[in-house]
């Protein structure tokens, strides 16, 4: 098998994560959850993997790190827990229904939403956002990279209109967190939101969010957590406030390995790496006639994704021959990107997806482009 659906999830982890894993099964109770050995050995694993995410995005501090079970559930506690009837939202037409179905449930409550365009290639135009800025704007929701055309949203450019706006910015880097460095503080950025389970190759059902100090959350969830008992309200106390309930402590010991792996192994190296066998599957499919390759390649600053139709085939076809006929594990269809593809014009044939990983190779990328000639040759 040739595994090339890492915008999806990242099927090759670290040897380290899979150990840190097995190891929490042998030790880890329940963190906050008494002063016995192993509810304290679950309180300083889930606490060292929040300094190191801490550090890893340049937060002020531990506290601002909250854990969720995954991006979607960050996004959720964001939106839901930021905005108000009668606030005005930015974001755009590259976001994930992550972003966009909790945005539209905030419509139906009162919040105005403004959701800004792209140009032929898939890329937001600044100054659109800078016009669509109004009184009662709080804040711009917006993806760092878009999970269908691998084009990147610059995040510098961004938290220059929010910050000159006394806006919030709240970013949505599933495709980039582990891959592309983010600095919460040089950038801007008031809330990010992640997921553990793709470029920062931990565990499924692991993620979190940073939120900026001062910037208050209305906590999606409320229940257990370990203080603060007799109070009838959930704690105000960051983490807590955020995160009701028993953590994926097992989980989360693999994702604090997976950070310590980034960090020794080095963002760029593996960055350079994914951009390396893209460029390679990119060029060697583009010029195949029939093929329909979408997104910017003029510029390396973009996830490692290459996204394509055959003619006029059915991107589950492809993706079924790649599958069956070559061993070639891919992604077709709409990508939970309804408004991408809308730009695109490719609502009923959706997509077929190709995203790298560093533990791919030159050789799975040469076998697949000649799968794809072969396939486009029918």
């Given at each position: 098998?040739?595994?090339?659906?890492?915008?999806?999830?990242?099927?090759?982890?670290?040897?380290?994560?899979?150990?840190?894993?097995?190891?929490?099964?042998?030790?880890?109770?329940?963190?906050?959850?008494?002063?016995?050995?192993?509810?304290?050995?679950?309180?300083?694993?889930?606490?060292?993997?929040?300094?190191?995410l801490a550090h890893f995005f340049n937060a002020e501090s531990a506290s601002r790190?909250?854990?969720?079970?995954?991006?979607?559930?960050?996004?959720?506690?964001?939106?839901?827990?930021?905005?108000?009837?009668?606030?005005?939202?930015?974001?755009?037409?590259?976001?994930?229904?992550?972003?966009?179905?909790?945005?539209?449930?905030?419509?139906?409550?009162?919040?105005?939403?403004?959701?800004?365009?792209?140009?032929?290639?898939?890329?937001?135009?600044?100054?659109?956002?800078?016009?669509a800025v109004k009184d009662n704007t709080k804040a711009v929701v917006c993806t760092?990279?878009?999970?269908?055309?691998?084009?990147?949203?610059?995040?510098?450019?961004?938290?220059?209109?929010?910050?000159?706006?006394?806006?919030?910015?709240?970013?949505?880097?599933?495709?980039?967190?582990?891959?592309?460095?983010?600095?919460?503080?040089?950038?801007?950025?008031?809330?990010?939101?992640?997921?553990?389970?793709?470029?920062?190759?931990?565990?499924?059902?692991?993620?979190?969010?940073?939120?900026?100090?001062?910037?208050?959350?209305?906590?999606?969830?409320?229940?257990?957590?370990?203080?603060?008992?007799?109070?009838?309200?959930?704690?105000?106390?960051?983490?807590?406030?955020?995160?009701?309930?028993?953590?994926?402590?097992?989980?989360?010991?693999?994702?604090?390995?997976?950070?310590?792996?980034?960090?020794?192994?080095?963002?760029?190296?593996?960055?350079?790496?994914?951009?390396?066998?893209?460029?390679?599957?990119?060029?060697?499919?583009?010029?195949?006639?029939?093929?329909?390759?979408?997104?910017?390649?003029?510029?390396?600053?973009?996830?490692?994704?290459?996204?394509?139709?055959?003619?006029?085939?059915?991107?589950?076809?492809?993706?079924?021959?790649?599958?069956?006929?070559?061993?070639?594990?891919?992604?077709?269809?709409?990508?939970?990107?309804?408004?991408?593809?809308?730009?695109?014009?490719?609502?009923?044939?959706?997509?077929?997806?190709?995203?790298?990983?560093?533990?791919?190779?030159?050789?799975?990328?040469?076998?697949?482009?000649?799968?794809?000639?072969?396939?486009?040759?029918?």
């Amino acid at each position: 098998m040739i595994y090339m659906d890492n915008a999806a999830t990242t099927l090759h982890k670290p040897d380290v994560v899979k150990a840190a894993v097995l190891a929490a099964f042998d030790t880890m109770g329940n963190a906050g959850r008494g002063a016995s050995e192993p509810a304290l050995d679950a309180s300083r694993v889930i606490y060292a993997a929040r300094e190191k995410l801490a550090h890893f995005f340049n937060a002020e501090s531990a506290s601002r790190i909250v854990f969720t079970a995954n991006s979607t559930e960050s996004l959720n506690i964001a939106i839901k827990g930021l905005f108000c009837p009668g606030n005005h939202v930015i974001t755009t037409v590259l976001e994930h229904n992550s972003v966009l179905r909790p945005l539209y449930e905030c419509q139906e409550q009162g919040v105005e939403i403004t959701i800004l365009g792209c140009d032929e290639k898939g890329n937001i135009l600044y100054e659109e956002m800078e016009r669509a800025v109004k009184d009662n704007t709080k804040a711009v929701v917006c993806t760092h990279a878009s999970n269908l055309t691998g084009n990147m949203i610059d995040l510098n450019k961004v938290g220059e209109i929010t910050k000159r706006h006394g806006l919030l910015l709240v970013v949505d880097a599933s495709q980039t967190a582990g891959v592309w460095p983010v600095d919460v503080q040089e950038q801007g950025i008031d809330v990010l939101c992640f997921t553990g389970h793709k470029g920062l190759l931990g565990p499924q059902g692991t993620g979190g969010m940073y939120v900026r100090t001062g910037v208050d959350i209305r906590p999606l969830l409320s229940g257990g957590s370990g203080i603060d008992t007799y109070n009838p309200h959930h704690p105000s106390q960051m983490p807590t406030a955020l995160e009701a309930g028993t953590l994926n402590g097992h989980g989360i010991a693999g994702l604090g390995a997976a950070v310590t792996y980034l960090e020794e192994t080095g963002l760029n190296v593996i960055r350079k790496k994914e951009q390396s066998l893209m460029r390679r599957f990119y060029e060697g499919i583009s010029a195949i006639p029939g093929i329909k390759v979408y997104g910017d390649f003029s510029t390396n600053d973009r996830a490692a994704i290459v996204s394509f139709n055959i003619g006029d085939y059915d991107s589950s076809e492809v993706s079924d021959k790649l599958n069956v006929e070559y061993g070639i594990v891919t992604r077709p269809g709409a990508h939970c990107a309804p408004l991408m593809h809308k730009a695109l014009g490719t609502v009923e044939q959706g997509a077929v997806r190709f995203s790298f990983s560093h533990y791919n190779t030159e050789e799975e990328v040469d076998t697949a482009v000649r799968a794809v000639e072969e396939l486009a040759r029918e």
